[in-house]
């Protein structure tokens, strides 16, 4: 060989060519330690079915991993040894010397029934194995190769092609130096079954950066896994198709990481993203008829230090309850938002307290539904000494009839830690400001607090889903009593207006607040000598925020909000209907009504006649030329947002014009976030999740998840329920994830699982709480239901008393 080295003695006798059956004796390993030892050895294969000389690439990969056995610190560094005579594999004595096996091969059947029997009785022992590209195509006949693989390529030869490998895992050592996006020419294999979730994925290729031809997986493509298995450790990258691979410098780190964890030189884990490996289990049980004993109508959680969870109903009750519509009626809308509490020591409930809300009316037009209530709960950053709990809602005692106006509010109370009760006589009111309930919709409601005790609070647009085709929700000519409700530039994207924000405050010790520099608007802004602008305001332009969280590493804020309802773009109106997540690093204006996505602009329209489109809006300079505005007319730039999707795809994109405009032409949009889709969608944040290497907990997920972001959708067909990881670089300007992970084989869909999510959050054991609506609206119902999804896969690979060179 050019490169490599055959040892001498390794192989003796003529060369096989029959079949002959498998000898017991051979083909057994009677060892008690893993193979290998201190004495680190590679073995490396490249025997194939075809006959001939052994080509570059051959060579080429031989050449590469030789240099990287003899590099790196010293206690990480191998030998290799390469055979292309496949008798290696019959003599258990000399194989059991070797850490890990590669396989570096044309493919085709190499191994007869003997020699696959010693490869398996050696993973069997403990053995490693590493797979390189075509080695996916050796031993065509076996499952249990086919299982060592993880997945067969489909027909076809694959050409080479420039492509972006997206690298998910962070942790692992083949993937945790590689860039978020690396791009690189390849021979790309499909794969004939998607082996996600059956092994655990480190990176994928995005097929739309190159040609992927027949049997294109979509938009998850695996490229590179790894998994335990058979009692050894398997690790295959179908990368490595070239030549020049092998003088990639990171190419040569994605192998010397597979190879550092085979041979048993360091731990590492390839068990997180096993579907197999996670279990979802309901925590509450159905309510008794009648009563929310358990669980009210499910509108948001939070978990204490100690372990407790704490879930609010918005205000609904079940459906034998009666529910008053009647504005003429002093009961109208009345309801109980409930706030209870789940304890994981006695895994019991216990009703905390009520508020009587106004919150109880269900179903029918947008003059009769209603999504005020209790809308958010957070926990006092010191509430294991104070007891003290805010709470976000709409007091029924605070409606006016006549106009038919509320009041919104966030209020803290006192929780006795002893009885698990709210002193509901112990409220401090905070914040309060006006609201418009004669017609429906948007609340809001979640809530979050940063690093240094600022409570994020987010409020919907407070404004109707009707009058506006669906598209911008911008119709100024109707209103109630002199209060537009179909005007979201009188709320959202009005300075001077608290709905259609993520507000930012300090709270107080004596239950006021102050408020923290950074904010979007001083309160002291003037336009034509008023003041015209609210000091609480960190967001504006969101149209109903449900779900916040600040991931507790980096202060950073993320959100997602529900989009309009226009089922399709328009090129007189402007967007479809678009569900939006963002990252938002500082304070800014996320667009709506005049923006959405990426910047995309919607059609003014105003009085003498709203039905007659005016120009577009200007995402960069947007002005708020609305009757119904109180506020500033310049605003803020807009800020492009992270997700956006239709009922049309992910990430809807079309060609500009020299303005700026989008065609809005269906056949002209490109879907540049092709893992999610919409149709029936109500965007649902989650945490970041930061995993804790300190903590004793055995069910908390492990470190693959830390720094991702958990985004999913109410409901569970095409809708999103993954995690996604960012890029620092150009997330706060709108960056797109450069990663995104499934999520729904590990928190179940299903009628029978976690349908309509709610609200989600990773409690201080690691574990993810799951809130499901249920199954009817302004309810809550026999599927209303808390749900823990755990982590059941166990710690890295080896043991740390397996490691070749000691413990880690």
Known sequence: MAAGVV?????????ASARPAPDPSLTTMSITSPPGGANVRVLLFYGSAAGGDESP????????????????????????????????????????????????????????????????????????????????????????????????????????????????????????????EWKRPDKWLNWVKNPSGDVHTVARVRESTYKPGAGANGWDHPVSWCRDYDGGRSFYTGMGGTVSSYDETDFREHLRGALLWTTRLVRADCKATITGNYKAERLTKPNQ?????????????????????????????????????????????????EIHVYDPKTKEVTLAGALTVFGNKGGGDELTKVEEGLLGIELDPRFTQNGWVYLHYTPHSGI?????????????????????????????????????????????????????????????????????????????????????????????????????????IHPEPD???????????????????????????????????????????TDILYAGWVGPDAGAPSATWGPAKYDTFAVITKASNRGWPYCMGNKQPYRDRNLPDPSQPLGWYDCDHPKNESPNNDG??????????????????????????????????????????????????????????????????????????????????????????????????????????VHSESLKKIVPVGNDGIKNLMGWTFGPDGALYVLDYGRGFFTSDAKSALWRVTYTGGGPTPAAGRLARGTQ
């Open 511 to 553: 239950g006021t607040y102050t408020l923290p520099e950074g904010n979007l608007f001083t309160g002291r802004e003037t336009d034509e000598g008023g003041g015209k602008t609210r000091g609480e305001i960190y967001v504006m332009g969101v149209r109903n925020p449900a779900r916040i969280s600040v991931d507790p590493e």
């Open 7 to 15: 040892a001498a003695g390794l192989l003796s006798g003529p060369a």
């Open 57 to 180: 690439l051959v060579n080429a990969g031989i050449a590469a991993i030789e240099r990287i056995g003899q590099t790196g610190p010293e206690n990480q560094r191998f030998t290799v040894t390469a055979t292309g005579d496949p008798r290696v594999f019959t003599n258990d004595t000399k194989l059991s010397r070797f850490n890990a096996i590669v396989f570096l091969t044309g493919g085709g059947d190499v191994l007869d029934p003997e020699q696959e029997a010693g490869l398996e009785a050696y993973m069997e022992a403990g053995g490693g194995f590493v797979g390189l590209h075509d080695a996916a195509r050796a031993e065509p006949y076996s499952d249990w190769f086919t299982g060592l693989i993880g997945a067969r390529p489909a027909s076809g030869q694959a050409t080479v092609q420039r492509a972006t490998v997206e690298v998910g895992d962070r942790a692992h050592p083949a993937t945790r130096s590689l860039p978020l």
């Open 289 to 337: 008829p009648g009563r929310n004993d358990q669980i009210g109508e499910p509108h948001g959680l939070v978990t204490a230090p100690d372990g407790r969870v704490f879930y609010i109903g918005r205000g609904g009750a079940d459906a034998s309850q009666p529910v008053v519509t009647d504005w003429n009626d002093p009961d109208i809308g009345k309801g109980r938002g």
């Open 632 to 737: 500033l007319v310049n605003l803020p730039p807009v800020t492009g947002n992270n997700i956006w999707y239709s009922p049309q795809g992910g990430g809807p994109d079309f060609p500009r014009d020299a303005n700026g405009v989008p065609s809005y032409k269906a056949e002209e949009a490109v879907y540049r976030l092709p893992w999610l889709k919409g149709g029936g969608q109500a965007a649902m944040n989650g945490p970041v999740y930061r995993y804790d290497g300190t903590s004793s907990s055995d069910v908390k997920w492990p470190a693959y998840w830390d720094g991702k972001w958990f985004v999913g959708d109410f409901y569970d067909a095409d809708q999103p329920r993954n995690a996604v990881l960012m890029d620092p670089r150009t997330q706060g300007d709108g960056g797109l994830p």
């Open 400 to 504: 006016d009839r006549d106009k038919r106006m509320a009041e919104r509010r966030v209020s803290r109370f006192t929780l006795d830690h002893a009885t698990d009760k709210l002193d509901l006589s112990s409220e401090k009111v905070l914040l309060k400001w006006p609201v418009q309930v004669h017609s429906c919709c948007h609340a809001g409601g979640g809530m979050a607090w940063d690093s240094k005790g600022n409570l994020y609070i987010a409020t919907g647009d407070n404004n109707s889903s009707g009058f506006s085709g669906g598209y911008s929700g911008n119709n100024p000519e109707p209103n109630y009593k002199g209060v537009s409700f179909a005007d979201a530039r009188r709320t959202a994207g009005n300075t001077n207006n608290l709905n259609g924000k993520i507000l930012r």
